[in-house]
């Protein structure tokens, strides 16, 4: 037997013969369709669904019988295929026209491809060259233009350090007529701003203990008391001070814009000198989509300019205010220490109260604590309970889906069944019970870190109370000036 054709799922077989321009005769016997779809006559037009169009292409031809051979006479009836005289169309693939024309086909795509290669290398390597050209021009503009910039910066930064030169030396001095000023005022300012930096420091108090008590009331009537007697040297040192806060205001924009000045520069700096073969040079994909820039040339000299204005205007202020402060007389009274005396006694009471509130908010704190940590210890145990159930769990869970592959009528609801079952509701049910217990231990929880928070809190407010008054008040009031100072004989 010869194989003559296998069109995908089908063979065809026949016994040798020797035909010349025939093709050979193709069996239709049933048992070479065997399992597959019965055979029925289609037109030359649709296309077998074994030979998908578009691989192959039907042909229909009116094939004739090949002769019948002598070697097929010597076999047996049941080795010969059977003859299908209805049989009157035979589908090929390709005809040898086809096969011609397919590699005509492919030889002009080929040499069109080809040429299409060879001019977009032409016009690849023509625009390579172009571009480079391009780049080389725009990066050589770049670099001056940031040379140009450079030379800007370096001109408004001397300019900046010239000024803030001289804002820095008025300021000094200005600093220093306030100090005579405060010297002449010795006998009075003293006793003054410690009492004003009591009730400053006091306003730090937080919470519930920012009370106006007595100590608060004395100092104000403290206050009131040295007040009356220097209200006139009391308004130049607030121009004084006043002064100095502009003169550091201006010498704080002289700084900033100073210090903006020489960022940039070093920026512009390094800039101008990066080259392509430069370290730190890297790809920042969509930087140039990104505008920050807030001013323009323009805009950018004016506020240097601006500052540098604002700073001579204030120089000239401070200047005529240092000419007018030379009249400075104070007159003291004995009541400055009759008042030192009774502001003293109020904080020494208010400390005492302070502390001892302290005192029993740590002993709450402790309490409170403690309890925190056992409460933290049940928590762990409920949560280690929890998890000791998770083993027992998967065992029984992993049972039941073992025992689902169990074929046919081997799948029994039998007793290991239900007890599997029963075991795994018993198991949810514990984790549940053990999870709303742990919900409710950590409920517990959170209220006694909420309790504890409070206590925290309140301690913090009467430490820092009392740091302030004992600390900080208590501390400054101990070099009171002497009654010989505070009438102005020392």
Same mark, same amino acid.
């Given at each position: 037997?010869?194989?003559?054709?296998?069109?995908?799922?089908?063979?065809?077989?026949?016994?040798?013969?020797?035909?010349?321009?025939?093709?050979?005769?193709?069996?239709?016997? $049933?048992?070479?369709?065997?399992?597959?779809?019965?055979?029925?006559?289609?037109?030359?037009?649709?296309?077998?669904?074994?030979?998908?169009?578009?691989?192959?292409?039907?042909? $229909?031809?009116?094939?004739?019988?090949?002769?019948?051979?002598?070697?097929?006479?010597?076999?047996?009836?049941?080795?010969?295929?059977?003859?299908?005289?209805?049989?009157?169309?035979?589908?090929? +693939?390709?005809?040898?026209?086809?096969?011609?024309?397919?590699?005509?086909?492919?030889?002009?795509?080929?040499?069109?491809?080809?040429?299409?290669?060879?001019?977009?290398?032409?016009?690849?390597?023509?625009?390579?060259?172009?571009?480079?050209?391009?780049?080389?021009?725009?990066?050589?503009?770049?670099?001056?233009?940031?040379?140009?910039?450079?030379?800007?910066?370096?001109?408004?930064?001397?300019?900046?350090?010239?000024?803030?030169?001289?804002?820095?030396?008025?300021?000094?001095?200005?600093?220093?007529?306030?100090?005579?000023?405060?010297?002449?005022?010795?006998?009075?300012?003293?006793?003054?701003?410690?009492?004003?930096?009591?009730?400053?420091?006091?306003?730090?108090?937080?919470?519930?203990?920012?009370?106006?008590?007595?100590?608060?009331?004395?100092?104000?009537?403290?206050?009131?008391?040295?007040?009356?007697?220097?209200?006139?040297?009391?308004?130049?040192?607030?121009?004084?001070?006043?002064?100095?806060?502009?003169?550091?205001?201006?010498?704080?924009?002289?700084?900033?814009?100073?210090?903006?000045?020489?960022? $940039?520069?070093?920026?512009?700096?390094?800039?101008?000198?990066?080259?392509?073969?430069?370290?730190?040079?890297?790809?920042?994909?969509?930087?140039?989509?990104?505008?920050?820039?807030?001013?323009?040339?323009?805009?950018? $000299?004016?506020?240097?300019?601006?500052?540098?204005?604002?700073?001579?205007?204030?120089?000239?202020?401070?200047?005529?205010?240092?000419?007018?402060?030379?009249?400075?007389?104070?007159?003291?009274?004995?009541?400055?220490?009759?008042?030192?005396?009774?502001?003293?006694?109020?904080?020494?009471?208010?400390?005492? &109260?302070?502390?001892?509130?302290?005192?029993?908010?740590?002993?709450?704190?402790?309490?409170?604590?403690?309890?925190?940590?056992?409460?933290?210890?049940?928590?762990?145990?409920?949560?280690?309970?929890?998890?000791?159930?998770?083993?027992?769990?998967?065992?029984?869970?992993?049972?039941?889906?073992?025992?689902?592959?169990?074929?046919?009528? &081997?799948?029994?609801?039998?007793?290991?069944?239900? +007890?599997?079952?029963?075991?795994?509701?018993?198991?949810?049910?514990?984790?549940?019970?053990?999870?709303?217990?742990?919900?409710?231990?950590?409920?517990?929880?959170?209220?006694?870190?909420?309790?504890?928070?409070?206590?925290?809190?309140?301690?913090?407010?009467?430490?820092?109370?009392?740091?302030?008054?004992?600390?900080?008040?208590?501390?400054?009031?101990?070099?009171?000036?002497?009654?010989?100072?505070?009438?102005?004989?020392?």
């Amino acid at each position: 037997m010869e194989l003559v054709g296998s069109p995908l799922t089908t063979m065809y077989a026949h016994p040798r013969s020797t035909p010349t321009k025939f093709l050979p005769a193709i069996s239709t016997m $049933a048992s070479s369709y065997k399992n597959r779809i019965p055979y029925y006559p289609l037109p030359h037009s649709f296309s077998l669904p074994w030979m998908p169009s578009a691989y192959y292409k039907a042909a $229909a031809i009116n094939p004739t019988l090949a002769p019948f051979s002598k070697g097929s006479q010597e076999l047996t009836p049941s080795e010969t295929l059977p003859f299908v005289p209805n049989r009157t169309t035979l589908f090929t +693939r390709y005809t040898p026209d086809d096969w011609y024309k397919s590699n005509l086909t492919n030889y002009k795509e080929s040499e069109t491809s080809r040429h299409k290669a060879e001019r977009l290398r032409v016009d690849t390597t023509r625009m390579i060259q172009d571009k480079y050209q391009q780049t080389k021009k725009t990066q050589v503009e770049s670099t001056k233009n940031l040379g140009q910039r450079v030379n800007d910066i370096e001109f408004w930064k001397s300019e900046l350090c010239h000024e803030l030169d001289e804002m820095i030396g008025e300021t000094n001095t200005l600093t220093d007529v306030k100090k005579r000023l405060e010297r002449a005022l010795a006998e009075t300012e003293a006793p003054l701003q410690v009492a004003q930096e009591c009730l400053l420091h006091r306003e730090k108090r937080m919470g519930i203990d920012l009370v106006h008590d007595n100590v608060e009331k004395q100092l104000f009537t403290e206050v009131d008391v040295i007040r009356s007697c220097q209200e006139r040297m009391q308004r130049y040192l607030d121009q004084a001070k006043a002064q100095l806060v502009s003169n550091r205001a201006a010498q704080h924009e002289l700084e900033r814009d100073l210090a903006n000045k020489q960022a $940039a520069l070093r920026i512009d700096d390094k800039c101008h000198y990066l080259r392509n073969t430069s370290d730190g040079i890297g790809y920042y994909r969509g930087v140039e989509r990104v505008d920050a820039t807030i001013s323009v040339p323009e805009s950018w $000299a004016k506020f240097t300019d601006n500052n540098i204005l604002l700073s001579q205007s204030e120089r000239a202020a401070s200047a005529k205010l240092r000419d007018n402060i030379e009249n400075l007389l104070v007159v003291t009274a004995n009541e400055m220490w009759h008042q030192f005396n009774v502001v003293n006694v109020a904080f020494t009471n208010r400390i005492a &109260e302070t502390a001892d509130a302290k005192s029993k908010i740590q002993t709450h704190l402790a309490k409170t604590l403690q309890e925190i940590f056992q409460i933290e210890m049940n928590i762990e145990a409920i949560r280690k309970a929890i998890r000791d159930k998770g083993p027992p769990l998967k065992v029984a869970q992993t049972r039941l889906d073992e025992r689902t592959r169990r074929p046919n009528m &081997e799948l029994c609801r039998d007793t290991a069944q239900l +007890r599997l079952v029963n075991e795994v509701y018993e198991i949810d049910e514990t984790i549940q019970s053990l999870q709303q217990r742990l919900r409710d231990a950590e409920d517990t929880l959170q209220t006694l870190v909420r309790a504890k928070s409070v206590l925290e809190h309140d301690l913090a407010v009467k430490a820092n109370s009392l740091f302030i008054d004992q600390e900080k008040c208590m501390g400054m009031r101990k070099n009171f000036p002497s009654t010989a100072r505070l009438v102005g004989y020392v």
